[in-house]
């Protein structure tokens, strides 16, 4: 019999090769109990949570603690069936109406987590003799999104307009394209120029989504997104989000203007032939995404703690995966994996807790602690988070 697990040799062998050097696995922390959107013990240590994307800190907030408590007695533990047959329940409506109401849309459809939202969306939307075009840095799941759909794919730069304007252009004119792209790219932390982008994407017929998983709530007037914030919304034909970053909770969801977005209900794969989210799930998220309405304090604080972060961790002198603060993410480059990895121990050891990135999930040869913060950290925070990264440093020599 041929081992089919034979083919993760490597990977084993890399992976058993790293813990053998004494780290803890970056890939294996337990939070033993959350605190706060803030803290958690982690190893029996108070630990400051530096890389959890509760962006907005609604993990604890009362409203949409109470709003699940009350759907858990009132509708059970779960829905035990897809939307389309017996797992459409109120709690299910209500967080669509509220999607529509903050995005200020006709139609929105939630899936059972963000990555489903992609790869419904990417796959239902282009078939076999339509193209999709999508920046090289995409997240695996609108990759995963591409295989499933038989459309031809066409990568272009990350971020580069004449790039993507070169590609489109060698497409077929009459043929269906759709321009995947997304607001904030979660390795880098780094904003895409929305603007030129849809702009030549429009002038070439494609459909454009956007995804704004990390960007929603605290990019916009409303908090809808990059797209928003650069006065976008009559161009972008669809937009995917996530309730696991600023809503707090999980689950995955698409909105849209177009006249027929809703028959994607009976024809999306992942949405049809998945379990719904429990009904308590839907109504944290819908007792969220309201109160993500008026924010506005919220988002404020936000952009202060990350622009502070930014600029202490740079002025400690680490290098920085971006020149300014571009988003919630900041990410701090190392040279090497196992530098990377001996920091994120430290790290923890010191009582912070942030996520350790590698190829493939980052660009080719590029190696990250990445940190996003929270609306509910405080400045005092992030002066003890730099205060603790200089330590860490200090303790590798």
């Given amino acids: ?118 790869l419904g969306m990417v796959s239902t939307l282009a078939g076999k003799g339509d193209y999709i075009i999508l920046d090289a840095d995409s997240h695996a799941s609108i990759y995963d999104g591409c295989k499933l759909s038989n459309a031809e794919v066409v990568r272009f730069r990350h971020n580069n307009v004449a790039d993507l304007d070169k590609r489109l252009g060698r497409l077929p004119a009459d043929a269906g394209k759709l321009v995947v792209l997304e607001g904030v790219y979660s390795m880098l932390g780094d904003i895409a120029p929305l603007q030129e982008l849809v702009a030549v994407a429009k002038r070439h017929g494609a459909m454009v989504l956007v995804d704004e998983a990390h960007a929603m709530g605290f990019f916009g007037q409303h908090g809808r997104g990059v797209y928003e914030e650069l006065g976008l919304e009559a161009d972008v034909d669809f937009v995917v989000g996530t309730f696991s970053k600023s809503v707090g909770t999980v689950g995955g969801f698409a909105v849209s203007n177009h006249p027929k977005f809703e028959i994607l209900r009976l024809l999306c794969n992942p949405y049809r032939f998945t379990a719904s989210l429990p009904p308590a ?114 303790s590798l020599g």
Wanted: with cysteine; net charge negative; aromatic share 8%.
């Fill in 281 to 394: 799930v839907a109504a944290t998220a819908e007792a969220s995404v309201r109160k993500l309405m008026v924010a506005d304090e919220k988002r404020a604080n936000l952009w202060a703690v990350s622009r502070a972060l930014h600029g202490g961790l740079k002025a400690a002198g680490f290098q920085m995966a971006t020149e300014t603060p571009e988003s919630a993410i900041i990410a701090v480059l190392l040279p090497d994996q196992i530098s990377t990895v001996a920091m994120w121990h430290q790290l923890l050891e010191h009582g912070i807790y942030c996520n350790m990135s590698r190829p493939p999930a980052t660009p080719a040869g590029i190696f990250l602690l990445r940190c996003s913060l929270s609306a509910a950290h405080t400045l005092d925070d992030v002066t003890e988070i730099v205060s603790r990264f200089v330590a860490a440093r200090a």
């Fill in 1 to 118: 019999m041929h081992d089919l697990l034979s083919k993760f040799d490597g990977f084993i062998a890399e992976h058993s090769g790293l813990l053998a050097t004494g780290v803890r696995d970056p890939f294996g922390v337990v939070m033993e109990r959350v605190l706060s959107p803030t803290r958690a013990i982690i190893n029996g240590r108070d630990t400051m949570l530096v890389g959890t994307y509760n962006y907005m800190g609604m993990t604890f907030d009362p409203d949409v603690i109470a709003a699940g408590k009350q759907a858990l007695e009132d509708y059970g533990a779960g829905s035990t069936g897809s939307r389309v047959l017996n797992g459409t329940f109120t709690p299910h409506l209500g967080v669509e109406n509220a999607l529509k109401e903050f995005y200020g849309t006709t139609s929105a459809i939630v899936f059972s987590t963000g990555y489903q939202a992609n």
